[in-house]
DNA sequence: AAGAATGTTATGTA
DNA sequence: CTACATAACATTCT
């Protein structure tokens, strides 16, 4: 569920849903307050996504920080929601819609300092006109490490996860193992360039998907998941049958076409 | 029922 | 300082 640009959907939908209102959210435990409006009630202003990062941002300057790591989920129901199910984390209640968020790896109340430590140790985030391009390009192309370990790494690069590593790797013909320092200056374009194309298809369609421009529309709405990818926990190409190399790097499985990617 | 999975951080090691 | 490994944490699905 979380690569980037789920987390960028959420920031939209609950800016449009809850800004301006008080919201009854994250005491600073990470337990939820369900009454907007209640004593743990403040002016929600806007919501913002950073890499796989959220941030609420309140009239009183605290920020609500959450991350849903591998597992956390935000559930929406249409009012009136049913009682919240296992262990709620948040629960912000609209005027027709509530959502409620279980699981996540954090949820927390951040003062401005806090947030913006966290915030200054993210790296820059394909979906945000504010990125500074060059930072991370320098931050890869001059790098000894692998490609692949740096397009994980969310102070490099944030937003992009497992998927769009394979995928984009895969759609380059980059080997995950290549050094950034090494890849060939000419290369027709470098990852930034398909990382914003790619996240930014998964806003527009709502789910991840790695074709070429014409085939997207089509895509998205007609293929099952296990033919949106091309290579992702695939043991061999979708469009070819070519053999696909797994292995561990940065602990996480990567995903190469064996004959293509070098 | 064990194990894997779209993630991050803190800590230890080389 | 960098790179890599590991553990910890959250939960659901096969």
Redesign the pocket.
């Known amino acids: 569920?979380?690569?980037g640009h789920?987390i960028h959907q959420l920031a939209r939908d609950h800016q449009s849903c809850f800004a301006g209102r008080p919201v009854g959210m994250l005491s600073p435990q990470g337990r939820f307050a369900d009454q907007a409006g209640g004593s743990e009630g403040r002016v929600l202003i806007s919501v913002e996504a950073l890499?796989?990062h959220l941030f609420y941002r309140f009239d009183d300057k605290l920020t609500g920080h959450v991350?849903l790591?591998?597992?956390g989920?935000f559930r929406v129901q249409k009012n009136p929601a049913a009682n919240p199910?296992?262990?709620g984390r948040v629960r912000l209640i609209g005027n027709e819609r509530t959502f409620a968020l279980?699981?996540p790896?954090q949820c927390e109340l951040l003062d401005c300092q806090q947030s913006h430590v966290?915030s200054g140790?993210l790296g820059q985030d394909p979906l945000r006109r504010d990125a500074d391009v060059k930072a991370a390009r320098e931050r890869i192309g001059r790098?000894?490490?692998?490609v692949g370990?740096g397009l994980?790494d969310?102070s490099v690069i944030?937003g992009t996860?497992?998927?769009y590593r394979s995928e984009l790797l895969f759609l380059q013909r980059i080997h995950p193992e290549r050094r950034g320092a090494d890849m060939s200056r000419d290369a027709s374009l470098p990852p930034w360039e398909w990382a914003v194309r790619l996240l930014g298809a998964g806003v527009r369609y709502h789910r991840?998907i790695t074709v070429t421009r014409e085939e997207e529309g089509r895509l998205s709405s007609r293929l099952p998941t296990s033919e949106r990818l091309h290579i992702y926990?695939k043991s061999h190409r979708s469009c070819c049958g070519g053999p696909v190399d797994q292995w561990?790097l940065?602990?996480?499985?990567a995903y190469a076409c064996q004959a293509c990617q070098q």
């Open positions: 569920m979380p690569e789920t890499g796989k991350h790591g591998l597992f989920k199910r296992g262990a279980n699981g790896n966290l140790r790098s000894k490490r692998a370990s994980l969310q944030a996860g497992n998927i991840i926990k561990s940065a602990a996480r499985t």
